[in-house]
């Protein structure tokens, strides 16, 4: 372990510059002699050469203090990759996420971004994963420089010193979109990146201890578990039976519902749960709810083509859609939406109208509908919530007005 003001970059510049002087020392030295015996050694003045065989001190000598030098330069570049691996304790974690093509940082709160945003003078722990294909992690300004295997957690860590924008660049060739796979590490003072780190974020918490506070938590969980109640993660936009009257009835469950059933719970009960939940009426307040549902993801009407972009962003589709209308790595999303596009189906060329279910297929299941002309190699989006996709075909819907 070592103590919150230390820095690997010293121990790496060190090893890094003991290798280009040692390797400096050695040419010069080699140079030297070379000229030396050419000189001293030169047929005008030597012209019968000598036979010499063997000669056990120098060749012991030149293959004892090569063993030496080596020795060193592992000694020195174990000993920064060692200051790299040890994290002192109180470092702040943050989850690096790689996929093609682009980085995806998570905070200790939950909040994501894709600049990894971090606060001045204290050790950042990055644990990294890749979803897809081997990535590597390489921020020069810090040294770093990590492979980021899929089906594997690895760790680094840095302190930065001052304020500004570092490079963040993928070091392992990782398909089309490789060179374009790059970020920035922020470095902001510490007030500026926890008001950061809690815009946003803040609401979430907010949502989140009112949903305990009330007793939600008691009786529905969020990570898909059937408890008392039905689970309400991402419970908005999910299509759900429920009993009302005593018939079945299909619904999509949006905000409406939602509020009415936490109001007058037994009026419309998700089918196969009993109708035991007390009613709420004048216990919560409609903002208080509105932070229960926001934290539940969903989300206002006003807030939505903003959310889309900000997922795009974050989700590095900009990496191969552009949304000027140019032709990238896939196509561009300006006009996409009803537009005709021609698909291949196992072979066949077929034209389809790009509408909202055409889009939403694309995302979730890439392969299958490959526009005519670009290569089958997007990754498929599972891990995005039905807001987050429904935000993002809103987006992409309000490229073609
Ligand atoms: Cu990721 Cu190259």
Same mark, same amino acid.
């Given at each position: ?22 390797s ?9 002699l070379m ?21 056990v001190?120098?060749?012991?000598? &030149? ?7 080596v ?5 020195f +570049? &174990? ?8 994290v ?5 974690r ?6 093609m &093509? ?12 894709? #600049?990894?945003?971090?606060?001045l003078d /204290? ?15 390489y921020?020069?300004?810090f ?9 594997? /957690? ?22 089309r ?10 470095a ?7 008001? &950061? ?33 039905p689970?309400? /993660? ?9 009993? #009302?009257?005593?018939?079945?009835? #299909? ?15 037994e009026?419309?009960?998700?089918k +196969? ?6 009613s ?5 307040s ?10 539940l993801g ?5 807030? #939505? ?30 006009g ?11 072979k ?7 509408d ?25 989006? /599972? ?18 007005e």
């Amino acid at each position: 372990m070592y103590s919150l003001s230390f820095n690997p970059i010293e121990k790496i510049d060190f090893a890094f510059l003991f290798i280009i002087g040692v390797s400096f020392f050695i040419l010069a030295f080699i140079t030297f002699l070379m000229i030396y015996f050419l000189v001293k050694y030169r047929r005008s003045k030597n012209p019968e050469p000598a036979q010499i065989e063997g000669n056990v001190f120098l060749e012991i000598t &030149w293959t004892i203090i090569p063993i030496i030098i080596v020795f060193f330069m592992f000694y020195f +570049g &174990w000993s920064g990759l060692k200051a790299l691996r040890n994290v002192p304790e109180g470092a702040i974690r943050i989850d690096v996420k790689a996929r093609m &093509w682009s980085w995806l940082f998570e905070y200790e709160n939950g909040k994501k971004s894709n #600049k990894l945003y971090v606060p001045l003078d /204290k050790p950042i722990l990055l644990e990294l994963t890749s979803e897809d294909v081997i990535h590597s992690f390489y921020a020069p300004a810090f040294r770093i420089k990590i492979d980021v295997v899929p089906g594997m /957690k690895t760790y680094t860590w840095f302190r930065p010193e001052k304020i500004g924008e570092y490079e963040i660049l993928c070091a392992e060739y990782c398909g089309r979109g490789h060179a374009d796979m790059h970020s920035k590490i922020v470095a902001l003072d510490e007030n500026k990146f926890y008001a &950061w780190l809690k815009e946003g974020g803040e609401h979430v918490s907010e949502g989140k201890a009112l949903f305990e506070n009330y007793g939600c938590s008691s009786c529905h969980a969020l990570n898909g578990q059937k408890l008392i109640g039905p689970d309400l /993660k991402n419970i908005i936009g999910k299509e759900t039976i429920l009993i #009302k009257d005593g018939k079945e009835i #299909k619904k999509v469950i949006d905000e409406n519902y939602f509020r009415e059933s936490v109001f007058f719970p037994e009026k419309e009960v998700v089918k +196969g749960f009993d109708s035991v939940m007390p009613s709420y009426d004048g216990q919560i307040s409609e903002e208080e709810l509105d932070r229960i549902i926001e934290y539940l993801g969903g989300e206002g009407e006003e807030q #939505k083509e903003v959310k889309g972009h900000e997922i795009a962003e974050r989700e590095g589709c900009f990496s191969c859609h552009t949304t000027d209308g140019s032709v990238s790595v896939g196509p561009s999303f300006k006009g996409l939406f009803n537009s005709k596009q021609k698909i291949k189906i196992d072979k066949t060329i077929k034209t389809i109208t790009a509408d909202e279910d055409y889009i939403i297929d694309s995302i979730l299941n890439p392969s299958e509908y490959i526009v005519d002309g670009f290569d089958n190699i997007m990754p498929p989006y /599972k891990d995005l919530t039905d807001n987050e996709i429904k935000a993002l075909v809103d987006y992409i819907k309000s490229l073609s007005e």
